[in-house]
Structures are given as structure tokens and as C-alpha cells.
């Protein structure tokens, strides 16, 4: 199993950045696909990004041109990079991986909030 912690969250004003982190730890025997999913309030949860081992990368239209995926695979982290953030942004952010090809392994999210 692989453990993922996040962090990077935080609340912002509208128009502002943050970058979240993630780094993967426990059984990795190899690289794998890592990405964003988010939840917001009283909403199913969303995939946001994911990037594969080799750098491609795919984004939900809603953050396309705002948000920017990057990994270091030396360091079993990713990033994600969020730009001119929107109220319709907030909500609780999960890193997650999928070792075998699925999304099976989660953080425990962090928290975004974006003030009008």
C-alpha cells in the first residue's frame, strides 16, 4: 500500500495561488499514475489531475489554463500548482495514486478555500 500526505492548503482571496504537495511513501516498487481529486462541500468528488510516469499530464476543463500538474519522481512527490483561483475552487483537495492501474490510494486531502 502506498501513503500519500499532503499539504499546501489553505484559504486565499479570489485571483490568488497555492501550490499543493503531495509525497508518496510505503510499498513502491515502481512508478505509478498520481493525481488531484477535490470535494466540495455537499458535491461528489472530482478529478481535478492526474499526470502518468512520463509526464502527461490531463486536466478537468474547469482548471484548464489555471492549474499545472508536475511530478518528481525522485522524490515520490507531485504538485500541483493553482492559479487565479475562483470561489467555485474551494473545497477538500486528495492526492491519489493507482499503482495498479486504478485510483486506490488516497491522502487524507487538505483543505481549499477561495474567498469572493
Known amino acids: 500500500q502506498v501513503q500519500l500526505v499532503e499539504s499546501g492548503g489553505g484559504l486565499v482571496q479570489a485571483g490568488g495561488s497555492l501550490r499543493l504537495s503531495c509525497v508518496a511513501s510505503?510499498?513502491?516498487?515502481?512508478?505509478?499514475?498520481m493525481g488531484w481529486y477535490r470535494q466540495a462541500p455537499g458535491k461528489q468528488r472530482e478529478l481535478v489531475s492526474w499526470i502518468s510516469t512520463g509526464g502527461t499530464t490531463s486536466y478537468a476543463d474547469s482548471v484548464k489554463g489555471r492549474f499545472t500538474i508536475s511530478r518528481d519522481n525522485g522524490k515520490n512527490t507531485i504538485l500541483l500548482q493553482m492559479n487565479s483561483l475562483i470561489p467555485e475552487d474551494t473545497g477538500v483537495y486528495f492526492c491519489?495514486?493507482?499503482?495498479?492501474?486504478?485510483?486506490?490510494?488516497w491522502g487524507q486531502g487538505t483543505q481549499v478555500t477561495v474567498s469572493s
Open positions: 491519489a495514486a493507482a499503482p495498479q492501474g486504478r485510483w486506490s490510494d
Open positions: 510505503g510499498s513502491i516498487g515502481r512508478l505509478f499514475v
